[in-house]
């Protein structure tokens, strides 16, 4: 059957909302309490917060005065121009200086605003990325997959700048704008109160009604954008890590075109985006006009007041000063003006804000006993009584029980998918088993410190890693004090001798992102190599030697014997090969112990004896 669409189907990740090219369905508008816990963070940094807010007033009402001062200032020199005598009664000399104070204040406190205001908010991003990273950190390897690569960069990068336009661009400018409103109020009431409750009921509507209108219809918006922008990285992301697969068969320009609808709906997103932003500066100006039209009428009215008005002991209003409450409204306007955008992006803060604490509300699995419900292991004897593993519905194993001594060597053997490696999870506490119990040295692992738990295991899973350092550091890792010899001879003994000579650097040579210049048997071993290099006291080794040709495979399970000899080892294994060296031989099949033997136990029809004698 044709798929319907050229490009892969995507299932979105937790946290993202739809399939690629659909525009992206939104959950309903989050509630303004998922900014409470934003709010409270600023409380820690209130000292440059406060300070920028204060510069950001004492700058408007600098803008303000100096708008208001030089209005006065003009008509009023105009007036006092019209006698010679009032001309040189006129005093120039303080409006001008006032005209000149004014203007650097407005400079140095613009300056020292943008200093504070972005110092504090980028002082309470990095608190809020720590928080962050503490919540992601105890999530267990399976939870983080759960959540997505793609889906966490988003959260740790573009979630975390998204609030800082919280703080930047809604609450200290919104706090700043009411100041602004009752400040050319109150000027402009002192002299004719009528204009004052004009001007406010004005700048109200605009820095109140327009703002408001902005974020109620453009929240959904910004939500939908910050939704398909998040998908479109994840995607991305993971479309990038897996190019081999999609250029191998042909798929790659299907993806482009795919990704580039994607980035379309995008756009379509924000060109609305856009409207509704030209739509607000409109209706903002539009008010801001009407409110100096009304001024201006009421004003000149009252500069002739009519005889009944006089005779109510109304004075005339003083022409200069029309011009200074006129000016003094298009001051307090300089604060309004960015409100709206603003407001319609406060959309995107309260999405970014309620994924962030869906992040930080996630129960990290699992949870390491603190204080007292501490216990310590008495030697490292490994006990499995009546396990069962469940991953989502599928029972993976089934009422396994296992013991292994101190020192003892065990061979796990059984066909894939029968549930090998998610013993192995099990036993590091990436998964929780859904019941039965596991105890080392006699103490159940719920009730090991974490540290307790990593300094007894040492684990070799089917994927190695290797981190962007040096190969020394990558396997020191296990064993930070290991000296350059151990690290070669470790490295000799599994055969990765003559690859280490071919490394520029030796062991200081650095390898590709992730391991891509080693190949798949050299990744292997030297993920083999860190777990022996490791002093815990039980390895955990899953197909050690898989892929590798039969002498390296014989070269690697000596020096791995060897490495564990004194320790207890659970070597996960397909092949036959080198079974009759372990004390113990197990076999798992669809999640269930079919088997449990010595090498000596075995009875001829066992399927392990069968295994063995291939080998
Ligand atoms: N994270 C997961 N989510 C859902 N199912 C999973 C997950 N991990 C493993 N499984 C399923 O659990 C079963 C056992 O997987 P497991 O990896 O333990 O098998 P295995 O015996 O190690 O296989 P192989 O020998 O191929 O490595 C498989 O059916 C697998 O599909």
Not at 250 to 265: D, F, H, I, K, V
Not at 369 to 393: C, F, I, K, W
Not at 579 to 604: M, N, V
């Amino acid at each position: 059957m044709k798929p319907s669409s050229d490009s892969l189907r995507s299932e979105p990740h937790a946290g993202s909302h739809a399939g690629p090219q659909a525009v992206p369905r939104v959950e309903k508008r989050p509630a303004l309490r998922e900014l409470r816990p934003y709010l409270a963070l600023m409380r820690e940094h209130r000292g440059w917060l406060g300070v920028g807010a204060l510069l950001a007033l004492i700058t408007l009402l600098a803008a303000t005065g100096l708008l208001a001062l030089s209005g006065w200032f003009l008509s009023a020199t105009a007036v006092a121009g019209l006698s010679v005598a009032a001309t040189q009664a006129f005093n120039f000399f303080t409006p001008a200086a006032g005209v000149r104070g004014l203007a650097l204040a407005r400079t140095a406190g613009r300056y020292g605003e943008r200093l504070t205001t972005h110092e504090g908010t980028l002082r309470l991003l990095a608190s809020l990325r720590r928080r962050l990273f503490e919540a992601i950190e105890p999530l267990s390897p399976a939870a983080l997959q759960h959540a997505g690569q793609g889906e966490l960069m988003t959260r740790l990068g573009a979630d975390v700048d998204a609030l800082d336009s919280l703080y930047v661009r809604v609450l200290i400018p919104s706090l700043v704008a009411l100041c602004a409103v009752l400040a050319a109020g109150t000027l402009i009431g002192i002299f004719a109160p009528l204009l004052a409750a004009v001007a406010i009921i004005g700048l109200t509507l605009t820095g109140g009604l327009v703002p408001w209108l902005a974020w109620w219809r453009g929240s959904g918006d910004a939500m939908r954008h910050q939704a398909s922008a998040s998908q479109l990285r994840a995607r991305l992301l993971e479309r990038l890590h897996g190019l081999g697969e999609l250029v191998i068969y042909g798929r790659w320009a299907n993806e482009l075109s795919g990704l580039a609808e994607q980035q379309a709906t995008r756009d379509h997103i924000e060109l609305a985006q856009a409207r509704r932003q030209a739509f607000a500066n409109w209706l903002s100006h539009t008010l801001l006009g009407l409110t100096l039209a009304a001024i201006a009428l009421l004003g000149v009215m009252q500069m002739s007041p009519s005889a009944s008005a006089v005779t109510a002991g109304e004075s005339a209003l003083d022409g200069r000063l029309l011009a200074l409450f006129l000016l003094a409204v298009l001051g307090a306007f300089e604060a309004l003006a960015p409100l709206p955008l603003a407001w319609q992006g406060l959309g995107r803060c309260l999405s970014a804000a309620s994924r962030l604490n869906r992040v930080q509300a996630n129960t990290p699995a699992p949870q390491f006993p603190v204080g007292q419900s501490v216990q310590t292991p008495d030697g490292h004897d490994l006990a499995l009584q009546q396990l069962s593993v469940r991953h989502g519905e599928t029972t993976v194993l089934d009422s396994v029980s296992l013991s292994l001594a101190s020192g003892e060597h065990l061979a796990l053997l059984g066909p894939s998918g029968s549930g090998k490696s998610t013993l192995l999870d099990v036993l590091s506490r990436f998964h929780a088993p859904a019941s039965g119990s596991i105890t080392l040295g006699g103490v159940p692992l719920e009730s090991l410190e974490e540290s307790t738990l990593r300094a007894s295991f040492a684990v070799c899973p089917q994927d190695t890693h290797l981190f962007c350092a040096s190969f020394a550091d990558n396997l020191r890792l296990a064993d930070p004090t290991a000296s350059d010899a151990t690290l070669t001879a470790l490295l000799e003994s599994l055969g990765l001798g003559e690859w280490l000579a071919r490394q520029p650097k030796g062991l200081a040579s650095f390898p590709d992102e992730g391991g891509r210049s080693l190949s798949g048997g050299q990744l292997r071993r030297f993920g083999v190599a860190r777990a022996l290099l490791s002093p815990a006291p039980i390895v955990l080794l899953d197909e050690p030697c898989e892929g590798l040709d039969r002498a390296s495979a014989e070269q690697v399970m000596t020096a791995i014997l060897a490495a564990c000899d004194g320790r207890s080892l659970i070597m996960i294994t397909h092949q036959p090969l080198g079974l009759e060296r372990f004390a113990r031989l197990a076999l798992l099949e669809e999640g269930h112990l079919k088997e449990d033997a010595t090498p000596t136990t075995l009875t001829a029809d066992s399927r392990l004896a069968r295994l063995m004698a291939r080998a």
